[in-house]
């Protein structure tokens, strides 16, 4: 679920899961968005955009004034499973509305459930705008483009600056290396660890599983297989496991009064997020503001140059529209044209997934509590173009409940991580099973 805190503060990939999804699926709209669509006979083509993020009613209003034929008018949703809920039970009582802001695991879902229509033939061409691995997230890994993405969230390694050079500390560049200075830094003061391991948001995993090469869901014609406890993710699942059963780090989870504190005073040195972690650091430990710097994410291969995502959003279009072209040529311009996401920025607190929107404008200063860092979305940039894609599959919530159940026992109990991983694993296996979905072994 993309939470408030995962927007910055200023100042499936398989391929052929297109396929299995969209057995006799397809979206009736085939002509192209390259112009202004006119209005109809009854007046201007009347969109409806179901969204949470704040300020996007501002936006829409620009593209209003532009577009007289095409007016947006934007319904403010609770955001994830309650806004997935909702458009898939509007959909098939006809209802959705024309557009909707969808995380990006959701996709799988949605189109599962035929809810989201194919607009590859009016927005296909927008591909060159994103990092390749967000693109694929909007694709499923086929031909068909199901949405544009709108925001993403790669992850990034912050630390304190202070501590770091007080405990000779170096800034880790391998997960090797990321082990060492948890040891050395415990041992030096066991009142004080690296970080922690957080049970309750399993997005942090899922993007770290990314970074290490999972494929979570993946497909062979029309039947499914889960893999989430392959061997990438065991990987990673045996490195944080240690570490927690070592004490080097510790095992309490994030977005607690008792984490604030640790980050505020110092008990907690560093943490992997992603970009729109300054929003968070700026309320949970405020008086440390131009102590912390953001480097890349620690690799697995010394040399290598790739990064995982937490959060992030999109805009499809539905099925139900009964104006998918003048809704696909919205959200293309929503999403890409320099105007439109200086404002997403400005208004709705993102960071754009449109690649040349990363820098300049709104994101040409450091955020005010890295202002110790004048460089941030520049290097934060560079970061963002090596995200992995991601492999979702059409029950993310499951899995993610499972994750929190299993792993929150295992970082409580300080036991094995690969049987927690087993247990999620064998838990998103059963669901699809009961689901009806055709899975592999």
Not at 78 to 90: E, F, H, N, Q, R
Not at 348 to 368: I, N
Request: one cysteine or more.
């Amino acid at each position: 679920m993309l939470t408030m805190h995962r927007r910055i503060a200023l100042g499936l990939t398989a391929a052929g899961v297109a396929t299995a999804l969209l057995a006799g699926c397809s979206s009736s709209s085939t002509s192209s968005s390259g112009a202004t669509a006119p209005a109809t006979a009854s007046g201007p083509v009347k969109l409806t955009y179901w969204a949470w993020a704040p300020g996007l009613d501002q936006v829409a209003a620009i593209w209003n004034k532009s577009h007289p034929n095409i007016q947006v008018t934007v319904e403010k949703q609770a955001s994830g499973d309650d806004l997935l809920t909702k458009v898939i039970t509007a959909a098939k009582a006809g209802g959705a509305p024309d557009l909707v802001q969808a995380e990006y695991q959701a996709l799988p879902t949605l189109v599962s459930n035929n809810v989201l229509a194919d607009i590859s033939k009016q927005d296909g061409s927008a591909s060159s705008k994103f990092a390749a691995g967000i693109w694929k997230q909007v694709t499923l890994g086929g031909n068909a483009v199901y949405a544009i993405p709108q925001d993403s969230g790669p992850l990034m390694f912050f630390y304190r600056k202070d501590l770091f050079a007080k405990y000779g500390l170096t800034v880790p560049t391998t997960w090797d290396q990321f082990a060492a200075d948890a040891a050395k830094l415990h041992t030096a003061d066991a009142t004080k660890h690296l970080t922690t391991f957080s049970s309750n948001d399993a997005g942090l995993f899922a993007g770290l599983a990314q970074q290490a090469g999972a494929s979570w869901w993946t497909t062979s014609g029309d039947t499914w297989k889960v893999g989430i406890n392959d061997a990438a993710t065991q990987k990673v699942a045996t490195f944080w496991g240690n570490l927690v059963k070592n004490g080097t780090i510790d095992n309490q989870p994030m977005y607690t009064p008792a984490w604030s504190k640790a980050l505020a005073d110092g008990s907690q040195i560093a943490w992997v997020s992603a970009v729109w972690a300054p929003g968070v650091l700026s309320s949970s430990a405020p008086a440390t503001k131009g102590k912390w710097a953001m480097a890349p994410l620690p690799q697995w291969t010394a040399g290598a140059n790739v990064t995982g995502s937490w959060g992030g959003s999109s805009t499809a279009v539905t099925n139900n529209s009964k104006h998918q072209d003048a809704a696909a040529q919205f959200a293309l311009w929503l999403n890409t044209d320099p105007t439109a996401v200086a404002a997403l920025v400005k208004d709705s607190y993102v960071y754009p997934a449109a690649s040349d929107a990363q820098t300049g404008g709104a994101l040409a200063t450091a955020p005010d509590f890295f202002s110790n860092q004048p460089d941030f979305y520049t290097t934060a940039a560079k970061i963002a173009a090596t995200t992995a894609p991601a492999a979702w599959g059409p029950n993310v919530n499951v899995a993610y409940s499972a994750f929190k159940d299993a792993f929150g026992k295992a970082a409580q109990n300080k036991s094995d991580f690969v049987a927690a991983l087993n247990s999620m694993d064998q838990a998103t296996l059963a669901d699809m099973q009961k689901q009806g979905f055709k899975v592999a072994g």
